[in-house]
């Protein structure tokens, strides 16, 4: 079964400095997508970047970018700039057309420090 | 659009009773999502629906819950008689396409005293 792992249970950063989230996962398929869920303390779930494995280029959204290695089956957060806002549990998910459904992990809290 | 609306906000109820949680998907979404989140057991997939149809239902955790999906716009869980552990906050997501991602509902926070 596929599996996805976030080995930080928590993490701080320095407000207007970069901090990088891990996620790992484990799969047999060759096609499927990846995402981050952002879930503040108001408990929306919110999504925040996607990514297809079959491009290679790493997706971006304003000062959320991953860093895709498809072989090492990794799959990283950066946000640069951080801002207080950006205070929240984030979860890392995957998606293949096996189970057809989303599969999270269990998230990694994120503390901004002003 | 206005998203994945969930009622109640927020839910307190004695042990016993019966609790019926209500979900509006995103018109248009064909997949619906009950999942629970608690801190110790993180979010868990009770079941979800394809078509308003069950499809998986392996993580709902015992014969208490129980999900409907009677039109393509409403959904309901319910427990039945509700339990102290069973508090939690639980969320309803809809998807036109897994591989789209979901949207979230903002949960119901159910508190059983």
């Known amino acids: 079964a596929q599996t996805v792992t976030q080995s930080q249970p928590e993490m701080s950063v320095q407000e207007a400095e970069t901090v990088t989230l891990s996620c790992t996962y484990d799969?047999?398929?060759?096609?499927?997508?990846l995402f981050w869920y952002k879930q503040p303390p108001s408990r929306q779930m919110i999504l925040v970047i996607r990514q297809e494995a079959y491009k290679q280029q790493n997706a971006t959204e304003n000062r959320f970018s991953v860093n895709f290695q498809k072989a090492a089956k990794s799959f990283s957060l950066k946000i640069s700039d951080s801002q207080l806002g950006d205070a929240a549990m984030y979860f890392c998910a995957y998606y293949g057309n096996r189970d057809d459904k989303i599969i999270f992990g269990k998230g990694t809290r994120l503390h901004i420090l002003p | 659009d206005a998203g994945v609306i969930q009622s109640p906000r927020h839910e307190v109820t004695e042990m016993g009773q019966e609790v019926t949680l209500r979900c509006k998907p995103i018109?248009?979404?064909?997949?619906l999502f009950w999942y629970r989140q608690t801190m110790m057991r993180g979010l868990e997939l009770l079941i979800y629906?394809?078509?308003?149809?069950?499809?998986?239902d392996s993580g709902m955790p015992e014969d208490r819950f129980s999900a409907k999906m009677p039109n393509a716009s409403f959904s309901t869980l319910k427990i039945q008689p509700s339990e102290p552990r069973d508090s939690a906050v639980y969320f309803c997501?809809?998807?036109?396409?897994?591989?789209?991602?979901?949207?979230f509902g903002s949960g119901t926070r159910l508190t059983v005293v």
């Open positions: 799969t047999s398929e060759s096609d499927y997508y």
């Open positions: 018109s248009g979404h064909n997949s």
């Open positions: 629906f394809n078509n308003n149809v069950p499809i998986d």
């Open positions: 997501a809809s998807s036109p396409e897994g591989l789209l991602g979901y949207t």
